[in-house]
């Protein structure tokens, strides 16, 4: 009935419990493809043939580079059944994902983007590569790193441990710091985040509550968990904010920027799932990107199955390869929808 029009899908346990799979499978019923569960503990080639790779193998991709031998070997088998078909659409291509998984290389690709010229940064931030806290004081000196910053584990995605971080207040508690992490200025935001979700051409945006404001001083590190703070439903502590704070003035989000933002990223990581977490910096108004993810939640995100399958629809029709795809020039406004 589907012929050879059929999405092989992998994700890991966790983000599977969250799909709706029976409205996911009429979507792409309803586009004339058939969707599976690919099975990575069994020979790839007896589940073929498919004509599309949908994927979220960031937690496999991450072990393996940490030596695990069973992950390496699931990627090698994954990433040779992908060169012997070279014709299949791999949503996203692994070795673009693979480039986010480091959080300093993530922040090198935005800071190289044209996006200071509409008011957008990525807060300045350097590695730590060693407890020698007179080398890391350096290293934060040239890149203008200035307290408080937020200490994040340099592997961006696949443990719980990627998503322990800090914030420290002076260099007096540098040693909380553990090596390799990247240290990112602190950027006051009034504890509001927006987290932009981009599936191919299409985008939509979040608020979410985020980390209140915090000043350089004396004070303790702050160890919190990543996942506690900007979720939905998130009620962390450390989003009260202070009194004073409290009539500071919200500034509401330019769509515009927003999509903009979105256009620039899709193309500089070359990706069709991504995730971009965007403060607006109390007082200068300019929006700071501090976080970007391959194939997030979407959680909020309208009829996401709907916009999944375009994406993938666009790129099968389109019948050139993504990396070629993605290097064409587009206006960016056009191609995103605003919400
Ligand atoms: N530079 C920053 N300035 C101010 N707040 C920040 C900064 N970086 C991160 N935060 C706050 O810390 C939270 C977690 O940071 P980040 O998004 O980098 O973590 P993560 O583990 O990659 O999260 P996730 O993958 O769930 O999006 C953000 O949601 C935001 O509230
Ligand atoms: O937990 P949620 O469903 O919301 O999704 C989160 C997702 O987990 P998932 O892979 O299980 O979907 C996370 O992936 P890992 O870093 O853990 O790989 C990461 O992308 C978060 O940014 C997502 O949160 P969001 O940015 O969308 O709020
Ligand atoms: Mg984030």
């Given at each position: ?61 991450a072990l393996a580079n940490q030596g695990d031998a069973k992950s390496k070997n699931t990627i090698n088998l994954v ?261």
């Amino acid at each position: 009935m589907f012929g050879n029009k059929r999405i092989a899908c992998w994700m890991s346990e966790k983000k599977s419990q969250k799909v709706k799979w029976a409205e996911f499978e009429q979507v792409c019923s309803n586009y004339g493809y058939e969707l599976f569960k690919l099975d990575l503990e069994k020979d790839i080639e007896n589940q073929g043939p498919f004509s599309v790779f949908l994927h979220k193998l960031t937690d496999i991709i991450a072990l393996a580079n940490q030596g695990d031998a069973k992950s390496k070997n699931t990627i090698n088998l994954v990433e040779n059944y992908i060169s012997t078909h070279p014709e299949i659409i791999v949503i996203d291509p692994i070795p673009n994902v693979r480039q986010l998984l480091d959080r300093y290389k993530a922040y090198s690709i935005i800071h190289a983007t044209d996006l200071h010229k509409h008011g957008v940064f990525t807060p300045n931030f350097c590695e730590i590569t060693t407890s020698n806290n007179q080398k890391t004081v350096e290293e934060l000196n040239a890149a203008c790193v200035t307290y408080p910053f937020i200490c994040k584990p340099s592997l961006g995605h696949g443990s719980k441990k990627a998503h322990e971080m800090l914030i420290v207040f002076n260099e007096g508690n540098l040693r909380d710091c553990k090596p390799p992490c990247v240290a990112q200025a602190f950027i006051n935001h009034n504890a509001i985040l927006y987290k932009i979700f981009i599936v191919g051409d299409q985008y939509y945006f979040v608020e979410r509550p985020s980390l209140k404001n915090f000043h350089a001083s004396d004070q303790k590190t702050i160890f919190f968990d990543s996942s506690d703070v900007s979720k939905a439903d998130s009620q962390s502590s450390l989003s009260v904010l202070d009194l004073e704070d409290e009539q500071i003035p919200k500034t509401r989000p330019d769509p515009i920027i927003l999509g903009k933002i979105a256009c620039t990223l899709r193309k500089a990581f070359k990706m069709d799932l991504l995730g971009v977490d965007v403060v607006i910096e109390n007082f200068t108004g300019k929006y700071a990107i501090i976080d970007v993810n391959a194939y997030p939640g979407y959680d909020g995100f309208p009829n996401f199955y709907h916009a999944l399958l375009k994406c993938i629809v666009d790129q099968v029709n389109s019948g050139i390869n993504t990396e070629r795809k993605h290097n064409l020039k587009v206006d960016c406004l056009n191609i995103i929808k605003t919400n």
